[in-house]
């Protein structure tokens, strides 16, 4: 007896706020690792070309156009990465930071809770939800209180919340993440290393004086390469548990004076630093550092990229970008 050819369809992930920093490593990803069509959604105005991707105009402030997208779509899994992620822009912005962050965030809820079928949906938040870590809360659990000491923080704390309680409320294969500072060529300088390797870049290249203007180089923070994030969030989406919420990070807090020296010691340059008062935020946690025992024992995830190569390629990065030449 013979039996029919069946081919076997490829999963389908739509990624929802694509245009940023991590949505084309994570379409990379997807796409290349894990063998997905790939769908994206960017804001009306702005650019994302990708070939590994389609790509539609979407503002997460309107339930109804994100209905009729899913609709359309009907992916197996969504990855929401759409957020105002800036902590300086949220100390300048509160009300966007909110809307953003929270009422957007619960339009996509609200729209995967009408659907007919179940997709998975992974909602990434922050690690600097954490807020302020007592003595011995360190390396972070994802037990730990919630004590957010920023306006992003707190909206990242907030839509953490409420995933988890439509998840179990609604039935929704829903995890959350919680991700720490990730990093990589491409980030905008509005973040610390980003920020250094442009101006180390600059400098080189004669553009600006030779000094390096910093905030505070105490703050202790764990840094991951962008490149290892969306591989956890890949497989958090297909092996997560529903309801429940993930740390991403490196597992091992570096001084942000300890990035500084690495990416100055990797130019020739003849640098000075100085501190810049408008660099400094109005309130800093000292230390935040990741425990990734629950991801890596539901998933095997774990961080494959040393920060030494990060900080290389995201300094050849701007390297480039700014018209000099790749150093070696």
């Given at each position: 007896m013979e039996f029919p050819f069946v081919v076997k369809r490829m999963k389908k992930a739509l990624i929802i706020g694509a245009g940023g920093f991590v949505g084309s490593y994570l379409i990379d990803c997807l796409h290349d690792e894990f063998h997905?069509?790939?769908?994206?959604?960017?804001?009306?105005?702005?650019?994302?070309?990708?070939?590994?991707?389609?790509?539609?105009?979407?503002?997460?402030?309107?339930?109804?156009?994100?209905?009729?997208?899913?609709?359309?779509?009907?992916?197996?899994?969504?990855?929401?990465?759409a957020a105002q992620s800036s902590v300086s822009v949220a100390w300048k912005n509160p009300m966007m930071t909110i809307d953003v962050n929270i009422k957007g965030s619960v339009n996509v809820m609200d729209a995967v809770r009408e659907l007919y079928y179940k997709p998975r949906i992974l909602v990434i938040g922050s690690g600097e939800e954490y807020g302020h870590i007592k003595e011995g809360e360190t390396p972070i659990s994802e037990e730990t209180v919630l004590r957010p000491g920023n306006i992003y923080a707190a909206t990242k704390a907030c839509q953490n919340m409420i995933g988890s309680i439509y998840a179990k409320a609604y039935d929704i294969e829903m995890m959350m993440v919680r991700a720490f500072n990730h990093v990589g060529p491409g980030q905008a300088p509005l973040f610390v290393v980003s920020d250094f390797c442009k101006q180390t870049a600059e400098i080189e290249q004669g553009l600006k004086e030779p000094v390096i203007h910093v905030g505070n180089l105490s703050a202790r923070r764990d840094f991951t390469d962008v490149r290892d994030?969306?591989?956890?969030?890949?497989?958090?989406?297909?092996?997560?548990?529903?309801?429940?919420?993930?740390?991403?990070?490196s597992g091992n807090a570096m001084a942000i004076q300890d990035i500084l020296d690495m990416i100055v010691g990797m130019s020739s340059a003849d640098i000075a630093v100085e501190i810049d008062k408008n660099k400094i935020r109005p309130v800093d946690v000292p230390v935040i550092e990741a425990d990734i025992t629950k991801i890596n024992r539901e998933t095997g995830w774990k961080p494959v990229i040393s920060i030494e190569q990060t900080i290389r390629e995201t300094l050849d990065y701007w390297r480039t970008k700014i018209g000099g030449n790749v150093h070696e």
């Open positions: 997905m069509d790939v769908y994206a959604t960017k804001l009306k105005g702005t650019e994302l070309s990708h070939p590994s991707a389609q790509v539609y105009d979407l503002d997460i402030l309107s339930k109804e156009d994100l209905v009729e997208l899913l609709y359309n779509i009907r992916p197996d899994y969504i990855f929401h990465l994030v969306v591989r956890a969030y890949a497989l958090l989406v297909m092996k997560g548990t529903a309801g429940e919420t993930y740390n991403v990070g």
